[in-house]
């Protein structure tokens, strides 16, 4: 399996040196580092990484706003990295499309499976901040989800609509590939179509769209 590629986003140079040597030891590239949010878009666009690993407090533009439009621009799956566990940064970061949540004292191993986990299309989050999350996902469960318009659905081409399939059925961006005998970079295309296509923040996001309109 071709390693993934990350893409640091913290405002200390030391913390982005620690960060590339912990990741090249579990046999992961870094691709590219920046030291503010606007600077890590702009990456992420040229670079197009698997995961942008995002420090959230940092000066100029901030790592919440920075992942909302990596997500919506499909630029990379984003992977939070932060000294603060606050409810506020947790659930602005989720809510922005964050798919992992990890604080800085995260050792080599748990980052790199995280980083990993994150690549194939899964979720991380710090034990640390999961009962949290999980309380607050069931305090907002009863709540009405948006549901897409038929004609939204109908905009996505055939080849779209298997790629929704496959999000349905909780499929990687490999497995995609395997099973539709396409290459990751295309999937990680389609993927970004549909997304914008259904007006969706995230893989979980359109799921969630979606099986609201079949109930």
């Known amino acids: 399996m071709t390693a993934p590629t990350v893409l640091l986003a913290d405002d200390h140079s030391a913390i982005r040196a620690g960060l590339r040597i ?3 030891t579990q046999g992961i590239s870094v691709v590219g580092e920046a030291a503010d949010g606007e600077v890590a ?4 666009a040229a670079l197009r990484p698997d995961v942008v690993l995002m420090d959230v407090r940092m000066p100029g533009r901030d790592g919440i706003s920075a992942t909302r439009e990596i997500v919506e621009r499909g630029l990379g ?3 939070v990295l932060t000294s603060f566990d606050e409810d506020d940064l947790v659930f602005g970061a989720i ?3 964050a798919v992992g949540f990890l604080l800085k004292t995260v050792d080599a191993s748990t980052l790199g499976q995280a980083v990993r ?4 299309g899964d979720g991380a989050l710090d034990p640390r901040v999961t009962r949290r999350a999980l309380a607050a996902v069931a305090e907002n469960a009863a709540l009405p989800v948006p ?3 038929a004609g939204r659905l109908a905009n996505l081409t055939g080849r779209e609509q298997e790629v929704l399939e496959g999000i349905l059925q909780g499929w990687s961006n490999a497995q995609l590939a395997a099973r539709l005998c396409i290459s990751v970079p295309t999937v990680k295309t389609h993927v970004s179509n549909v997304l914008t296509k259904l007006g969706a923040r995230s893989r979980s996001h359109a799921a969630a769209l979606v099986r609201g309109g079949e109930d």
């Open 117 to 120: 986990a994150v690549a194939a």
């Open 22 to 24: 912990m990741l090249e």
């Open 147 to 149: 549901v897409p318009d």
């Open 77 to 79: 799956d984003v992977l």
């Open 41 to 44: 878009v702009r990456n992420a």
């Open 95 to 97: 809510r922005a499309g």
